[in-house]
Structures are given as structure tokens and as C-alpha cells.
């Protein structure tokens, strides 16, 4: 879910509301990742244990409820559903005081994910500051992945001393992607998970 809006608090008490009132009839659900960037934009990454519990919280009647949500958002909601999702733990997810989510598509989607896999378990010994992550495929290549980082200045000074064999395999993945990237920087992300 991603929108803009000039009023953020107005957008994380309407989240809110929702995991407080909402979520505990959402079957399947797992968590919310979400936040509003320096300049306004709006993105919330739903997890769900499944398809099929995606699908049905859909057509739950208290859904209408994100229209609460709308209403503080300056434009249209784009929504975009996920075929698949992949999770990476190195940490623990709720401690990130910093998450970038990365937008994108790439050209063949199965060697993206491996690729990304590897650069992962090496980032692990490298950059103690990467939680984790979860990437949402999206169909014909496009992915949206919330990186976790426990704070933004280690995540950055993470990136200027990354060493030559984890730079090899960030290149390696970077082939595969088509088109522009976007990076949408959650300074003050809010963290939402299922009891």
C-alpha cells in the first residue's frame, strides 16, 4: 500500500487504529511495516502467513476501515498484492529503528533471488546492523523488500566500508535488475505484529 501525505501523525494514528481494533480478527496476518519518508511518501508492507489469508481478510466487512487511512492520504492508494514472499532473519525485525524499503523489477526473477540470498548470508558477517529483510514478489519481475537495519548510521557507514567480495556480489545482483529503483528511506518506521 503507497500513497502521500502531509500529514503523517494523521496517517500513524489511522494505522494504528487498525492493529488495535482490526488485526486481531485478521486471520493469518503476521505484521505491518510501515512509515512516511522526509518528503511524504506513504508505504505500508502487509505480511500474511498466506495467499488464501491475504485474500480473505480482503473481503472481510471491516476492511472498509482503510478508508480511514485514505482520507488522511493526499492521493490515490496504489496496492499491489504479493504472489510470493521471502524472509531473511539475521536479527530481530522489531528492533529496527530504521528500514529502507527498495522497489523494483528484475529480468529473471529466480536468479534475483538467489543472488540476493547469497549477498545476504555474506552481509550477515559484515553488517551486524541488517535485522533482516522480507521481499514481496509482485508478478513479471517487480518486488518491493523492506530492509531492517537497527539504526540508519550503521546501515550507511555499513555501505561505505562494505568489503570487495561483498561488493562483487552486490554488482551481481544489481545485472539482473530493468528499469529505475525506488528507495524509500523509514527513519521513524512503525513496526506492527500479529499477538
Keep these: ?6 500529514d503523517p501523525t494523521g496517517v500513524r494514528q489511522a494505522m494504528e487504529r487498525w492493529a488495535r481494533d482490526l488485526s486481531p480478527g485478521a486471520v493469518g496476518w503476521v505484521g505491518i511495516t510501515a512509515g512516511v519518508t522526509h518528503d511524504g511518501e506513504f508505504i505500508a508492507v502487509l505480511q500474511f502467513d498466506s495467499e488464501e489469508a491475504a485474500r ?18 493526499d492521493r490515490e492508494v496504489t496496492v499491489r498484492n504479493g ?3 521471502e524472509v531473511f532473519l539475521a536479527g530481530d525485525l522489531g528492533q529496527a529503528g530504521f528500514v529502507q524499503v527498495v522497489q523494483g523489477r528484475v529480468s529473471d526473477i529466480d536468479r534475483a533471488r538467489e543472488r540476493m540470498h547469497a549477498l545476504q548470508e555474506a552481509l550477515k558477517v559484515h553488517l551486524p546492523a541488517l535485522l533482516g529483510s522480507v521481499t514481496v514478489e509482485l508478478g513479471a519481475g517487480r518486488f518491493t523488500r523492506a530492509l531492517y537495519f537497527s539504526t540508519e548510521d550503521e546501515a ?13 556480489r552486490d ?20 513496526l506492527y505484529a500479529a499477538r
Design 171 to 190: 554488482q551481481e545482483a544489481r545485472q539482473l535488475v530493468v528499469g529505475p529503483v525506488e528507495f524509500l528511506d523509514l527513519r521513524e518506521p512503525w
Design 83 to 85: 504472489m510470493r514472499t
Design 56 to 73: 480473505a481478510n480482503s473481503d472481510r466487512r471491516e476492511q472498509d476501515r482503510w478508508a480511514d487511512l485514505c482520507a488522511v492520504l
Design 1 to 6: 500500500m503507497q500513497g502521500h501525505t502531509s
Design 156 to 168: 550507511r557507514a555499513g555501505e561505505i566500508e562494505m568489503p570487495p567480495e561483498i561488493r562483487s
